[in-house]
């Protein structure tokens, strides 16, 4: 068994600093959609991604790989959102085997009342604070980060 590689002070310090940020930064979001829109953050990507899609449309599986969710717990969100008329399912013409949610037009409407309140948040919280240099230095880092997540996920 190799040896443990700890984190040095400077390592500790930064993964400590991701770590509350990125956990202050989704409560914040999640909160200003609660409290204005009165949908989850988790709900606001779902609606996002669909409204983003060819026809508003996609299947179950590549929404779910999207916003980064397992099968169930998008199933269960999309059907909170059919209840909400936001969304609807229905089986693909020609392939009784899959399933693709659409966003309807009352899903898009909502996603349209949230967002400008949403991206105020985002730009509060994050961008308003960084130089463009900044901002492009987070892109570039988390660019580098999700390409490892992704080859090691299978994703």
């Known amino acids: 068994m190799s040896e443990t590689r700890w984190l040095d002070d400077d390592e500790q310090r930064s993964w400590r600093t991701f770590l509350w940020a990125s956990q202050l930064l989704h409560e914040s979001l999640d909160r200003q959609l609660q409290r204005d829109s009165g949908m989850p953050h988790?709900?606001?990507?779902?609606?996002a991604m669909l409204s983003e899609a060819p026809g508003r449309s996609m299947t179950m599986t590549e929404l779910a790989r999207r916003v980064r969710s397992s099968a169930s717990r998008l199933s269960h969100?999309?059907?909170k959102l059919e209840t909400l008329g936001w969304v609807c399912r229905g089986k693909r013409p020609g392939d009784a085997r899959t399933t693709v949610a659409t966003l309807t037009d009352e899903g898009f409407a909502a996603l349209a009342e949230a967002a400008p309140g949403h991206v105020?948040?985002?730009r509060r919280v994050l961008f308003d604070r960084l130089t463009p240099e900044q901002a492009e230095q987070l892109r570039d880092i988390f660019e580098v980060v999700l390409a490892n997540l992704n080859s090691t996920d299978g994703c």
Do not use: C, P
């Open 42 to 47: 988790t709900y606001y990507m779902i609606l």
């Open 77 to 79: 969100a999309v059907s």
């Open 120 to 122: 105020e948040e985002v």
